[in-house]
C-alpha cells in the first residue's frame, strides 16, 4: 500500500500537476514520510523492542504524557505555527471569537477598502459584508463559541491544546471499557495519539478538528453505558460537535451509534432521547444562525442575492469536477495512512476485522467507512488541510481499533506477542523521526510564507503593510492578509501587488501616508497628518476613526 502510495506520489510529482491543494502537500512533504514508512516496513523485518512494557507502563500514568503533551503543544504553536492563524478557516474562527468576546455579533471595516483588509476571494465565500462595513464570518459559530472564552483570556490557542489533552482521557475510559484493563490497550491508544502527526498539528492550529476528536471520543463514551441521562450528554455534546463549523463529521460519524443504540434496551426510547437531546442547541446555535444571516440580507457563497436559505448555505463557488473527485479521494487514502502513526490504518482494519459483529467497536469501522463514502460524494474539494480534513470526525476509529488489534495480540499470544514489539519501534520512530520531520516541514513552510509579510516595530504609528500575492513563493498567499474584526492594531495588513500597484493604491486612498526608508511595501501616516482631520481623505479618516478611537 505504501509502495501504490508512493508510486503515485511520484508520478504526480514529476508528470501530472494538478495544481491543487493536495498536489502540493501530496507530492511535497508527504512524499518523504512515504520514503520513511518503506524504510520503517524495511527494519521491522530485523528489528524490534525488547521491552515495550516500559512504555506501555508509562503511558498508563495518563497524566505523564497528558502533561509531555500539552508542553509539547503549546512549544510548537509559537515555534512552528507560529502563534497565528495559518489557513482562512482558522482565521474565521479566531475572526468570529474576537466578535463574541466583544459581546458583538459583527465586527466592522471601512467599506470603500473592504477590497484591501481581505482578499477579494474571501468576500462572501468566508465573510458577509455589508454597506454599512459590518462583517462576519459565515461558519456555524460553535467553534468560535467555544474560542471565546480563551479569546477574552488572550489564549485562544488554548482551546485545542485543552482538547487535545482531554483526548487521552476520553480514549483511556473507551479502551478499558471495552477492552479491558489487563490489555495495556489504554496505553496503546494514548501513544497512538502522541505519536501521530494528524493529531498533533492539527491541535497546534486554530482547525475545529481537535473538537470533532474529542466530541467523538466523549460521545461514545457517554452512551457505552447508555442511562437516559447519559443519553442527554450524549445528545448535547453532539449538537455542540453538530454546530462547530459545519454538521457533517460529527452526523456521519454518529449515524451507525444510532443504529447501535436502537438494539439495546429500551433502544426506541433512548433513541428519541438523543434525537431530541440534539434540538436544543442545533435549532437555537445552528438554524437560528442561519435564519439570522438570511434576516440580514446575507449573500450566497458566490456573491449573489439569496432567494431562500438553501440557496444562501449551499450555493458554493468551489466545486470539484467529477473526473478528479476519485483521484482526490484516493490521495485522501494515502494521506489518511501517511499521517498516522506507522502502521495504524494496517492495526485498525485489523482491529475492526477482528472485533465481534455487533459490538461497539465494529461502530468505530462503520463509522470510518461511513465517513469517508460520505465525503466521496460531496462536490467540493477539501481544500487545506494537516493529513485528510474531510476524516477528522471518525479519526478516532483508528486508534480505538489500532488499541484493539494490539488487545487482540496480547489475548492471542499472551507475553510472548512478537507483533507488539515491532509496532512499537512504530511509536518510537513517530516520536523521534516522523513527528519532528512533519514540525520541520510546517516550520519551514510557515517561515517562508512569512518572510513575504513585511516586518513591523512595536510602535503606535498607523501603518499600511502590503502583502503581494503575485509573489511566486507558495500559493497561500491570501491568507496572509489578516485584519482584526474591529481594526484595533495600528498594523493593518492591505492586499497587494507589486510596488508600481501598491504606490497607485496610497496615493490613490491614502495620499497622507508616506513610504518607510527601505521598505517598498510599508506606508504609515505622519502624527502631525494624524492630528488634522481636514487634511486626511476620506478612507484615512475612516481608519483614523477605527484605530483611535
Request: aromatic content about 18%; overall charge neutral.
Amino acid at each position: 500500500f505504501t509502495l501504490v502510495g508512493l508510486g503515485l506520489c511520484i508520478y504526480m510529482r514529476y508528470y501530472w500537476n494538478l495544481n491543487s491543494l493536495y498536489h502540493d502537500q501530496y507530492t511535497d512533504h508527504d512524499f518523504w514520510h512515504l520514503i520513511g514508512f518503506v524504510g520503517f516496513f524495511l527494519l521491522l523485518l530485523f528489528v524490534d523492542v525488547r521491552k515495550p512494557e516500559t512504555i506501555l507502563k508509562w503511558a498508563e500514568k495518563t497524566w505523564m504524557p497528558a502533561l509531555v503533551l500539552g508542553v509539547v503543544l503549546v512549544v510548537c504553536h509559537f515555534l512552528v505555527y507560529k502563534g497565528r492563524p495559518y489557513i482562512i478557516d482558522e482565521y474565521c474562527f479566531d475572526f468570529q471569537s474576537q466578535i463574541f468576546a466583544e459581546g458583538q455579533m459583527m465586527g466592522n471595516w471601512p467599506y470603500n477598502i473592504r477590497f484591501l483588509l481581505l482578499p477579494p476571494v474571501y468576500h462572501n465565500h468566508f465573510f458577509v459584508m455589508f454597506e454599512s462595513g459590518d462583517i462576519f464570518c459565515r461558519y456555524w459559530p460553535g467553534n468560535a463559541l467555544l474560542r471565546t472564552p480563551f479569546t477574552l483570556l488572550g489564549v485562544p490557542w488554548m482551546l485545542n491544546v485543552s482538547l487535545a489533552v482531554g483526548c487521552l482521557y476520553l480514549a483511556k475510559y473507551v479502551c478499558r471499557e471495552l477492552l479491558g484493563r489487563q490489555s495495556f490497550a489504554a496505553s496503546w491508544a494514548v501513544l497512538f495519539f502522541i505519536v501521530s502527526p494528524n493529531f498533533l498539528v492539527n491541535a497546534i492550529s486554530m482547525y475545529p478538528n481537535t473538537f470533532y476528536l474529542f466530541s467523538s471520543l466523549g460521545f461514545v463514551a457517554l452512551l457505552l453505558k447508555p442511562t437516559f441521562l447519559r443519553v442527554i450528554l450524549a445528545g448535547i455534546l453532539g449538537s455542540m460537535a453538530i454546530v462547530q463549523h459545519q454538521p457533517m463529521p460529527h452526523a456521519l460519524f454518529a449515524i451507525p451509534w444510532f443504529f447501535w443504540l436502537l438494539r439495546q434496551e429500551k433502544g426506541f426510547a433512548k433513541v428519541t432521547c438523543l434525537v431530541l437531546s440534539y434540538l436544543p442547541i442545533v435549532l437555537l446555535v445552528g438554524f437560528g444562525w442561519a435564519m439570522w444571516m438570511f434576516d440580514l440580507g446575507a449573500p450566497d457563497h458566490q456573491g449573489n442575492p439569496a432567494d431562500n436559505l438553501v440557496s444562501m448555505l449551499f450555493n458554493y463557488r468551489s466545486e470539484l469536477d467529477w473526473s478528479l473527485r476519485p483521484v482526490a479521494r484516493i490521495i485522501a487514502l494515502f494521506k489518511l495512512w501517511v499521517w498516522a502513526m506507522p502502521g495504524l490504518g494496517l492495526l485498525a482494519w485489523w482491529g475492526f476485522w477482528r472485533s465481534p459483529k455487533g459490538s461497539p467497536l465494529r461502530m468505530f469501522g462503520y463509522s470510518a467507512l461511513l465517513m469517508y463514502v460520505g465525503y466521496f460524494l460531496i462536490h467540493t474539494d477539501s481544500g487545506h488541510g494537516w493529513g485528510y480534513r474531510y476524516f477528522e470526525g471518525s479519526w478516532v476509529s483508528l486508534v480505538i481499533l489500532g488499541a484493539a488489534a494490539m488487545a487482540h495480540f496480547k489475548n492471542e499470544a499472551g507475553d510472548g506477542w512478537v507483533w507488539p514489539r515491532k509496532i512499537m519501534l512504530g511509536v518510537i520512530l513517530g516520536a523521534v523521526f516522523f513527528v519532528p520531520l512533519r514540525m520541520v516541514q510546517i516550520e519551514d513552510l510557515m517561515t517562508q510564507e512569512l518572510s513575504i509579510r513585511p516586518a513591523t516595530e512595536p510602535n503606535d504609528d498607523l501603518e499600511l503593510n502590503f502583502v503581494d500575492h503575485t509573489h511566486p513563493i507558495q500559493f497561500r498567499k491570501h491568507d496572509l492578509v489578516q485584519n482584526g474584526p474591529f481594526l484595533r492594531s495600528p498594523k493593518i495588513w492591505i492586499w497587494g501587488r507589486d510596488d508600481q500597484w501598491n504606490t497607485d493604491t496610497i496615493e490613490r486612498a491614502f495620499p497622507n501616508f508616506e513610504p518607510r526608508e527601505g521598505d517598498s511595501r510599508r506606508f504609515y501616516l505622519p502624527k502631525e497628518a494624524e492630528e488634522d482631520p481636514y487634511a486626511l481623505s476620506d478612507d484615512e479618516f475612516s481608519l483614523i476613526q477605527k484605530v483611535r478611537f
